[in-house]
C-alpha cells in the first residue's frame, strides 16, 4: 500500500507546481487548422513542418502500399519482418545523407537507445550537451557506460569533458535543439572530437528536411562528412510526415548497429506501408526548396511581429521559435487564454526544461500563412 500512496502524492505534487500533464484529442488529421476536443483551432505546436503528415502524395503512396501488402509487418527486421520497401527506403536514405548506409528503427526514441547503447559499454564514456533530448540521455543510461554533459554548446566545457576522459569517448548533440530551436555549433564540435579521437553522433530530429539545400539537415547545411559526423539520427515523424527514424554511417559501423543493438533486435517491424509513404515524403523534401523557403519567410516574419509585443524570443532561426516566460503558472494561463481564442500552443514546463524557465513552444510549419500569423499577434496582444 506504501507504493500507492505514494504515487498519489507525486500526481498531487505535481498538481500544486502547475506541473501537471494533461492529454487533448485531436479530432482532425495534424496540420495547421485542427480540431482539438472538438473546437477548431489554428495550431502552432505541431513538428509537422512542412505539412507532409496530411498530403495528398504520401497518403495515396500509403494507401496502395497497404492494398498490396497489408498492414503488420509480423515480424522484427532479423526474423522476416524487413520488407523491401524498408530495404529501399534505407538505400534512398543512405544517398540522401551522403551516407554508406541507412538503418531503420521505428521511432527516433528507440534509434537514439538502440545507437549509443550497441556502441558503448561501462568501460566508456559518453559526453553530452546539458540540453541533450530525453532519448539521448536514455541511451546513454541504458548502456551503462560513464556519463560527462557539458553546458549547453559550451565548447570550452566540452574540451575539458574530452581531456578528462581516458577511454572510448562518443559525444552526442541535438542539431537543433528541441526545445529552444538553436543549433549546436558542428563544425567546432566535429573538429574538438576529432582532436580528442571521439566519435561524434548528431541527433538531427528538427534540421532534418527543415535545414540543408534539399532538406538533409544541418549536418548537410554545414557540410560536414562521414569523417567529421561518423553517425546522424533523423527522425521521420517531424518534417517528413510520417513516422520512425534511421541512423546514417559508414558500412561497418551499420553491420555492427544491425549486428548487436537490442532494441533493434527484439521489436517488431514498422508497417511497410510507413516505409512507402517515407519514401514519397522523402520525395517531397528533396524538391522542398519552396516549402523551405515558405517556412523561413514565415520564422521572420514570426519574430518581427511577436517582439513588437515585448515578448522574450530566444535565439532561434529555426521552425521552433519558443517564446520564454518564466513561471509555470503564467505559461499555462497564457496558453489557455490563447487556447480560448482558437490558437493552440504548448505550455513547456520543467522537467523538459530547467526551473524557471517555462515557454510557450510555438512551432512554424510551411503551411501557415502571413495570416495565420497575424491571427497569432491579435490574439496575443489581447492577453500581454
Ligand atoms: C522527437 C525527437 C526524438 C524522438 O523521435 P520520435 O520518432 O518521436 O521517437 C529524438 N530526438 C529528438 C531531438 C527529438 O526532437
Redesign the pocket.
Known sequence: MKQFSDISAAIEKRKNDQLLRSRVQLHSAQGIRVVIDGQPMLSFCS?DYLGLANHPLVCEAMIASIKKVGVGAGASHLIDGHHREHEQLEQELAAFMVRERALL????????LGVIAALMTRHDTIIQDKL?????IDGGILSQARSLRYRHNDLEHLEQCLASATSKKLVVT?????MDGDCAPLTDIAQLCSQYGAWLMV????GLGTLGDNGAGLVSQLGLDSKAVPLV?G????AFGT???FVAGDATTIEYILQYSRPYTYTTASPPSVAAATRESLKLVINGQDRRAQLNQNIAYFRAKISSLGFELMSSSTAIQPVLVGANERALQLSKQLKEQGILVSAIRPPTVPKGTARLRFTLSADHTQADIDELYDALRLVV
Do not use: E, P, Q, W
Not at 174 to 178: K, L, N, Y
Not at 203 to 206: G, P, Q
Not at 235 to 238: A, E, I, P, S
Open positions: 513538428n528503427f521505428s521511432t527516433g526514441y528507440m534509434a537514439n541533450n533530448h530525453a532519448s539521448l541535438d542539431g537543433v535543439f528541441s541527433d538531427d530530429a528538427h539520427i527522425t521521420l515523424g517531424k513516422s520512425g527514424a
